[in-house]
């Protein structure tokens, strides 16, 4: 199985540990690096932050 098709998984739920079940979430960019893009993944009940993700840039787009 090819491991391409799983470098882009977005989460839509995630265990909020503050509302103790699993609850939906919401992406939010956090900072632009020249190397790629870190998002955070947040509580959409209580707005807790329960995880982060990276995105790496491709290195032949080059970035303002």
Do not use: W
């Not at 699993?22 to 995880?51: F, I, K, N």
Request: proline share 8%.
């Amino acid at each position: 199985m090819s491991r391409k098709q799983f470098e882009n998984l977005t989460a839509t739920e995630l265990y909020c540990p503050k509302c103790r079940t699993l609850r939906p979430v919401r992406e939010r960019l956090l900072l632009v690096l020249p190397t790629g893009d870190m998002h955070a993944y947040r509580c959409a009940v209580c707005g807790d932050t329960l995880a982060t993700r990276d995105t790496k840039t491709p290195q032949n787009i080059l970035r303002p």
